[in-house]
């Protein structure tokens, strides 16, 4: 059977929407603090009176602070100036130095010149006296004597030692005011101690920051002697080798130009001019040779004044001819005397080419010739300047290494004359100075510390509190709101508050509240479950409902009881309820304790089903207890077998409608057995107390539950948690619950679990 959506729902929920945790609601969070408030007031107020209690046994504590700068411009500018050359520092430096300022170097000398060894503020006085005292002593003593203790000197040593401990333990130094700005503050119960220590610190401080200038000075000057005496032994080494190799190899200078390599310049200058002439004259052999084979003569016209003029004559010739030939015809005499005379001149010009293309020729082996001698020429002279670049080469690595060498010593003595010079060199500059000394303070620390101590105690009190507000109201892995149960499961929920009885009614009367309190909230949220009842049962005729829930104690019998109260009230409606929690019975011993037949004699003969029932008389319900006393060792056999499908059927059809009360789906298997007779569920998880994992598991344990469950009730909802979450839907609807609630239970005494 499908599930039907609820008419009051808000939005459509369907069986695709995955389970999964719910979060926790903030609201809900924000609603328990509120109910809780009690409880963090108190534990603000203890946390207060623990703070205050603490605050009597402080000792008041005077802080002194001394402010010093670490110095650059000074600096900056000697290096800048070539007056000092020394280390300067930067930002990290100037960090690095609050741990300098604590350390044993700074605070021993500020020990030892002020006497705190015998301070008893710093060194605790040794009470002599006691037998355990004298004892312990003796056995020290003996150890030392021995051998099998390293004796120690409990002397100054170690005097100073506890003394510095002491100090750093009182000592900040930090960078508060700016990155080279040094706070160094000093807290003591006596305010001029404290002064007198911090500035005896910073003056330790500049002490041993220009003792330590002096000595690297010192240390540098001693390092540059040496490393002068050795630059001036390696230069002149590297002299007197570059000498021994120019005497050696007859060279005067790396950078002068060899006679190899002026030749070569000329002979390269030659040679281009020898290619170019060759080509030129290559180029004209060439066209001479054509215009020789070739028919036409008119091809090229050398640079000739011979055949200059004679090819003008050739054209005049021409010229003539076709102008006769045009007046008397070819055959004229003229006309042939004037083909000879062409004939001739072209004879002419035709020698003449001949005799200049040998002369072309000539030209042109000359040409090669001189090309082939210089290219010779100039092998022969590269190879005699390869032999010379090698000692070029080595004579400029020499003169470079020598020269290298004189300019670092001259650079390394001018240095040295500079920082050697006493005349010349400046006073030591320290590295930071004190601008502003410790003052004797006039008001303790203590007071700041009793703020922050009353702040933190009343925070702890109220963390507390909290925690314990939250602790008695757990929101974390339960279902708290119907919000959550409809995020986690995708089924519908409503909100169940818990029942109160009046103090003279008695808990049996729990299981027929509707008939004690017909107008009570609990009974009216009842009521929308019945109209979700009476819709599933007008759409698929659906009359079997079974109320389940994960794990005991969450309330199904009562529910059960209830909803079968409440809808066998109605004209008409023939309502049966079946006790089929064959291990506890709650549903038996409540509404027929008297009862000793029902269900397990009914599943015998379904048929005489009428005879099992036992009948209330203010509902009309109709009951079928279960009256097994030491419990069903077959219970699930019993559940199983097609006798209990008989009886259901039978119950069909003799009822509108049928409520079964079974048990817990996590403790046994009975539900997985009744669960194909049932038509649609009504899951019941506790308010606050079920684990949202064990209701997951619960819904995949059954097939298909969650397809037919008709709907979730979050049951046992703390009435104030409820006011909480519906706080949305306004005040008057809170209103009128709560004045129904009072004229349903006049006097609240207790809520029922």
Not at 22 to 50: C, Q
Not at 388 to 394: D, E, H, L, W
Request: hydrophobic share 40%.
């Amino acid at each position: 059977m499908q599930r039907h959506v609820n008419p009051t729902e808000l939005e459509p929920v369907t069986s695709e929407q995955g389970p999964s945790l719910a979060p926790v609601d903030t609201a809900d969070m924000i609603a328990i603090a509120r109910r809780g408030w009690l409880r963090i007031l108190a534990g603000i107020i203890v946390g207060t009176i623990g703070a205050l209690a603490m605050m009597g046994l402080l000792t008041p504590v005077y802080k002194a602070s001394v402010r010093m700068v670490i110095e650059k411009s000074a600096n900056k500018y000697l290096q800048s100036n070539k007056l000092l050359d020394g280390p300067m520092f930067d930002d990290a430096d100037s960090w690095s130095q609050t741990f300098i300022i604590s350390s044993e170097s700074i605070i021993i000398p500020v020990v030892k010149s002020l006497n705190l060894t015998n301070d008893p503020d710093f060194v605790a006085r040794k009470k002599v006296g006691g037998l355990m005292a004298r004892g312990r002593k003796l056995a020290e003593d003996a150890r030392d004597y021995v051998g099998l203790k390293p004796k120690i000197d409990d002397g100054q040593v170690d005097k100073e030692r506890k003394v510095f401990d002491a100090i750093t333990r009182r000592l900040t130094v930090n960078h508060d005011d700016g990155p080279n700005v040094i706070s160094i503050s000093f807290e003591s119960a006596d305010p001029q101690k404290a002064a007198v220590i911090a500035n005896a610190i910073a003056d330790s401080y500049l002490a041993s920051s220009a003792g330590a200038k002096t000595s690297s000075t010192q240390l540098a000057n001693k390092a540059m002697q040496e490393r002068l005496a050795e630059l001036k032994t390696q230069a002149a080494d590297a002299e007197r080798t570059l000498i021994e190799y120019k005497t050696a190899n007859n060279l005067f200078s790396s950078s002068a130009k060899t006679m190899s390599s002026e030749q070569v310049n000329s002979l390269n200058t030659q040679l281009s001019k020898s290619r170019i002439d060759m080509a030129d004259s290559r180029a004209r052999l060439d066209r001479m040779e054509q215009a020789v084979d070739q028919a036409s003569k008119a091809t090229f016209t050398p640079d000739n004044e011979l055949i200059t003029r004679l090819r003008a004559q050739y054209l005049d010739l021409s010229a003539r001819v076709s102008d006769i030939e045009q007046r008397v015809g070819a055959r004229h005499a003229a006309v042939i005397k004037l083909r000879g005379r062409m004939s001739e001149v072209n004879a002419a010009i035709e020698m003449e080419q001949t005799r200049v293309a040998s002369l072309y020729n000539k030209d042109f082996e000359l040409a090669k010739a001189r090309y082939n001698e210089l290219t010779t020429t100039i092998t022969q002279v590269l190879r005699e300047e390869s032999s010379a670049s090698k000692s070029q080469a080595r004579l400029r690595e020499l003169e470079s290494a020598a020269e290298t060498l004189r300019n670092l010593y001259n650079s390394m003595l001018l240095r040295f004359s500079e920082t050697s010079n006493v005349d010349a060199r400046p006073p030591i500059i320290p590295d930071a100075r004190i601008v502003t000394r410790a003052a004797i303070p006039l008001q303790s620390e203590a007071s700041k510390k009793k703020l922050i101590l009353l702040f933190g105690g009343s925070l702890a009190g109220m963390l507390l509190g909290t925690a314990a507000v939250f602790a008695k109201e757990n929101p974390f892995g339960v279902f708290r709101t119907s919000k959550q149960v409809k995020a986690a499961t995708g089924l519908y929920c409503v909100s169940l508050p818990a029942i109160t009885l009046g103090s003279r009614q008695k808990v049996n009367s729990l299981f027929e509240y509707v008939l004690e309190q017909p107008s009570a909230r609990f009974v009216e949220t009842l009521r929308i479950i019945v109209a979700s009842m009476r819709a599933a049962q007008a759409d698929a005729d659906a009359k079997v409902f079974c109320v389940v829930s994960s794990a005991p104690g969450e309330g199904k019998t009562t529910i059960a009881s209830n909803l079968a109260c409440l809808t066998a009230m109605q004209s008409g409606t023939r309502t049966l309820v079946i006790d089929a929690d064959l291990h506890r019975q709650t549903l038996t011993r409540m509404l027929a304790p008297d009862a000793r037949l029902g269900l397990k004699e009914a599943l015998y003969n379904p048929t005489l089903l009428a005879d099992y029932v036992v009948k209330r008389d203010r509902s009309g319900l109709d009951v079928l207890p279960c009256p097994v006393t030491a419990g069903n060792a077959n219970g699930a056999e019993l559940l199983s077998s097609p006798a209990m499908e008989k009886l259901i059927q039978t119950a069909r059809a003799s009822y509108d409608l049928v409520i079964i009360d079974v048990a817990p789906i996590m403790a046994v298997a009975d539900v997985r057995l009744i669960a194909r007779l049932c038509d649609a569920f009504i899951l019941l998880i506790e308010w606050g107390n079920t684990s949202q994992r064990l209701v997951l598991e619960s819904l995949a344990e059954v097939s298909n539950l969650s397809e037919r469950t008709l709907c979730v009730v979050l049951n046992k909802v703390d009435p104030k948690a409820l006011e909480s979450v519906e706080r949305y839907k306004g005040r008057e609807l809170h209103d009128y619950h709560l004045v129904q609630d009072r004229v349903a239970t006049g006097n609240i005494a207790r809520t029922v679990a």
